[in-house]
């Protein structure tokens, strides 16, 4: 690996910058670059490539946590973060550059979509990055408009194509680490003049074998990098013998390949055909966290993929990605599977891996991949198959809950006209879930409520029984509080509060029992829900949403009992946690607590200050949120004596 001295003293200086953008056409070295001057004593660092999963946000944070290999992972994304994306983000990466000084490499940025949501989040990041922490993005494109304020203001260094050019004397390295032996300086002269300083161009001339007589490579008629790359490519793979050729263009279908994994595609080892290629630096890169595997530049592997694409039928071609979705899968690498069989058309397949680990995704906030692949699914599959209508309606729930609310109408339907109760009750659940989510009109609960009613005659499944209970008793609550059979509920849910091991769902739970017990009136009960939610906020590794949860359920209760000099101190802890974590589903609902209090205190000054923030919110409150604004409003200016402004609230 050739150490280029004058890039690697470039890299120093831009290292004042938080991050650190190397730009420039495919084959020009960048990630041969990065690689030998961390190989040189650049410092601690992690390598991440970006690839085309990462235009879901929830994967990005996934897939980097993981290569982080942190004993105390960074946060988890969910969706209750997507308010606050950009706090959740800052916070992440704190905690992956926490007692990590050195670099977070971001390695083919340019296959990042134009509107995926990174872009903005990496410019506010650059800004708050500690000392000695860099992010190097490596990309074929300059930076965008997203990054003009950090190159304003000196945040950003470039490293660009006229720098990563090679001169002269690294064009005589290069052919010495080659060949062997340095060239004469009339053949130096002219694989310079020839290649261009294109890094990839002058490998490919040297691989020729003493055809000297091409002219410039960019005289050759080719308009892109990649055209001329396949046009010299294409003479050298050529002389491979078929065998050979034949096992490149197989495992070109894998992210990266090792000798397993080959011999599983092609029945051969690959190991000494990838080791050879990677000692003539063809192109052919070992993985530093995989010694024993192989990656194949992106320029080589594009090219291979277009040479399998001319050599095989459409049916080999469909059976080759069968086999590699099959190894991928083999290796636990789900989501390439996947997208491997959907780009197959091997729709059968990859259906049953959606409905596999389908769940999975959604839990680790991933929504929005399952949502684009089941959107790549034909029709008539989609709206017919009520798991994939469940599927989809989870996905869409945290962001359009109408929408969801429609998906699992017909997830329902689908499952009982299959006879599947299980389904028909996870339906149901989550079909709550969306009404009291959007809680827009809770009228929508009652036929649900009904069918609810008429499974659980039937028995519940153990494993959905405390999920079931909770999800009825939600609604019970919410729009039949009359209901004869709301006590026999509360008390199951009362079991959920006590003994499930899920902290989420317990932490829901206990909302809605102390919820119900305060509204009617039974505050000592009430009290003793609440003290088992505030235990269970204050578990080791309680998220955000549960933590707000709780202190929102107590400042509630410390409003309705009449001690709202306890509760606004709750108000200001709770407002203080969503600000730092970026979870604001609690805002309004906390911050009209805080009214409450204020004004039963006749503290006029901090009602307004919180009604101020409350109005802030309401182009995107929900109605019932906008409602809750209105009636504190209207009592604010009660105690202030316009009763004019009172009646036009009301009336609003």
Known sequence: MLSRARLFQALDRLCDHPLIWVTGPPGAGKTTLLASYLEHGAGAHLWYRIDRSDRDIGSFFHHLAAASGRRRAPPRFAPEYAAGL?????????????????????????DLPTDAALHGLLAAIAEEIPAGRNIVVLSREPPSSAFARLRANRLLGLLGWEDLRLTEEETEAIVGLQEGRPPTEQRRAALHARAGGWVAGLILLLEQRGATEVGRMTDRGATTTQALFDYFAAEIVDRLDAPSRHLLMRTAWLPDVDAAAAKRLTGRSAHGLLHELNRRHFFVERLARRRSAYQYHPLFREFLLARAQQEFDADALRDLKRQAAAVLDAADRVEEATELLLEADEVEEAVRRIRLHGHTLIHQGRCATIERWLRRLPDELLSTDPALLQLFGLARL????????????????????????????????????????????????????????????????PALEPRVAYALFAALVAHQP??????????????????????????????????????????????????????????????PLIRLTAISTEAMYETLVGSPRRALPKVEEGVQLAHASGVHIWDH??????????????????????????????PRARPVDRAYYRFLDAWSELCRGDGGRTDADAAQ
């Open 86 to 110: 950009e706090v959740f983000s800052l916070n992440f990466f704190r905690a992956l550059f926490v007692r990590r000084r050195g670099l977070l490499v971001l390695d083919n940025y340019q």
């Open 398 to 461: 945290p962001y359009a809950p109408g929408e969801a609310l429609g998906s699992l109408e017909r997830a329902f339907a689908g499952h009982r006209a299959a006879g599947d109760r299980s389904g028909m009750l996870a339906a149901c659940c989550a079909a709550v879930d969306a009404i009291q989510f959007e809680f827009a009109d809770l009228n929508k609960l009652d036929p649900w409520i009904a069918r609810f009613q008429e499974l659980i005659d039937a028995g519940a499944p």
């Open 482 to 543: 009359d209901h004869p059979d709301i006590g026999r509920w509360e008390r199951c849910v009362e079991e959920v509060t006590l003994r499930s091991p899920d902290p989420a769902l317990s932490i829901s739970a206990g909302y809605i029992l102390a919820f119900y017990r305060m509204w009617t009136g039974r505050y000592t009960e009430a009290g003793l829900a609440v003290d088992n939610l505030r235990a269970t906020a204050h578990v080791n590794a309680a998220s």
């Open 589 to 618: 609902m906390l911050r009209g607590f805080g009214v409450a209090a204020a004004l039963s205190l006749n503290e006029r000054d901090r009602a307004a200050a919180l009604l101020a923030h409350m109005q802030a919110d309401l």
